[in-house]
């Protein structure tokens, strides 16, 4: 059996759309790990640098080291597996998360193995079966390979392509709370009460969305939707106030879909002294339900709005009219929400008088915060369909970053100076409406 370590290589980068919790997949992965007798360390970066980490993964010795990847991690993540492979080079080297789950090609040549998808039984069955611990090389000889879940190996003599699998409701309602045994959450609560007052950490309730918009693979989770029994949740929440948490963001792609779970996740959120915040579709909302979060302690919901033109949110296959996204935030206004949304701007096929209707919408509606990227084309994504992968090379440096990964009609520059000048818009305008109350 094997000794753990789990790495999110994410080192703040202090953008201003930066948000910072706890990654909950590897708190996930923890848990199952630890239940099933692993000996596991979980090395957050977030509040760290490479050079620590290398001092403390050298003392620990794992004989596995998992690291944890996503969209503008690619540079942090890679810079982690040269650093495993000079000062631990007897540890096998494992990537998983969104990015390595969508491109496992091009991190297999420098991981050992990836796991992609759901791995929340198969990577700790894999690490329980692994051998005793060796100082040479990585040897998988002897494992049955063909039996672990979205595990792909393009190395050591035997290719393994293993399909990914999503988790039944069944398999949720058995699996463990995550565990946050390892994280700073001294400094992550810092943090938020130094930007909003109320130190905030994310939970999972719902898992899966079944909309098929243009840019999103949903390499994860996937399209079926399965949600997590609300007693299991509520406890969840009961234990992050024990914490000393007072706000939650619910990380659901799709949390407000069902009426039922809504409300009554609503119900039981009354009186357990937490706010809470959480993404929203824009259409098929009712007035009652939205008074009843925030009753609940709902405090702001994120709109994934995307754009001000009718014409690109149908490239995007948005299935949301323009109409919805202003009712919505009506709605949520009026309950007294607070309202962000997100944007995408550079949109292929889209022209800069659409980009500027999208810039309008920002502006015109009541919104408290705003944030904008450029597309981002994900295998599994009619995107990545028609504009193929990301160029080599080619990755965010940071949360929002307007720099495009394949060759595009927007020029950058421009770009960025749009962004930047309604974002300035913006603010004033906050500012003034701030000023009027």
């Known amino acids: 059996m094997a000794r753990v370590a789990l790495v999110f290589p994410y080192v703040r980068t202090r953008s201003a759309t930066e948000l910072l919790f706890p990654p909950l997949g590897v708190a996930a992965l923890a848990a199952q790990l630890r239940r099933g007798g692993v000996e596991t360390r979980v090395f957050d970066c977030t509040f760290s640098t490479l050079e620590r980490l290398r001092g403390e993964l050298v003392a620990y010795g794992p004989d596995i080291v998992g690291v944890s990847s996503m969209v503008s991690l690619t540079r942090p993540t890679f810079a982690v597996a040269d650093l495993v492979r000079r000062e631990l080079p007897g540890a096998l080297l494992v990537a998983g998360g969104p990015l390595p789950t969508v491109f496992p090609q091009r991190f297999s040549t420098r991981f050992d193995v990836v796991f992609r998808g759901e791995a929340d039984l198969s990577f700790p069955r894999f690490c329980a079966d692994w051998p005793a611990p060796s100082t040479t090389a990585p040897d998988l000889a002897g494992l049955p390979l063909a039996g672990y879940d979205g595990l792909f190996m393009a190395d050591h003599g035997r290719p393994v392509d293993n399909p990914a699998v999503h988790h039944s409701e069944a398999e949720l309602h058995a699996f463990p709370t995550p565990d946050r045994s390892d994280f700073d959450h001294a400094a992550y609560q810092a943090e938020w009460r130094r930007t909003t007052g109320v130190p905030t950490t994310s939970l999972i309730a719902t898992l899966g969305c079944p909309f098929a918009c243009d840019f999103c693979s ?95 949110l149908e490239l995007m296959n948005k299935r949301v009219s323009l109409a919805d996204a202003e009712r919505a935030v009506r709605l949520y206004r009026a309950a007294g929400i607070e309202v962000a949304a997100f944007f995408i701007v550079g949109y292929p096929g889209e022209t800069r008088a659409q980009v ?12 408290d915060e705003i944030s904008f990227n450029v597309p981002y084309p994900l295998p599994g994504s009619a995107l990545f369909a028609r504009l193929g992968g990301p160029d080599d090379g080619r990755d965010w440096r940071e949360e929002n970053d307007i720099t495009f990964v394949y060759d595009s009609q927007f020029d950058e520059a421009w770009l960025r100076r749009r962004v930047a000048d309604t974002m300035a818009a913006f603010g004033a305008r906050r500012q003034v409406r701030a000023a009027g109350r």
């Not at 309008?360 to 919104?367: E, Q």
Request: proline letters at 3%; aromatic letters at 10%.
């Open 218 to 312: 949903k390499p994860i989770f996937g399209d079926v939707v399965r949600r997590r029994r609300l007693d299991a949740v509520l406890a969840e929440v009961d234990d992050l106030r024990a914490l000393g948490y007072e706000g939650l963001w619910i990380a659901d792609d799709t949390f407000t879909l069902s009426r039922s779970y809504l409300e009554a996740f609503c119900r039981g959120m009354v009186g357990r002294g937490m706010t809470w915040s959480c993404l929203s579709r824009a259409e098929g909302l009712a007035p009652d339900t939205v008074r009843f979060m925030k009753e609940a302690g709902c405090r702001r919901v994120y709109l994934g709005l995307e754009s001000g033109s009718e014409a690109t």
């Open 356 to 367: 500027e209707q999208t810039f309008a919408l920002a502006l015109r509606l009541p919104l």
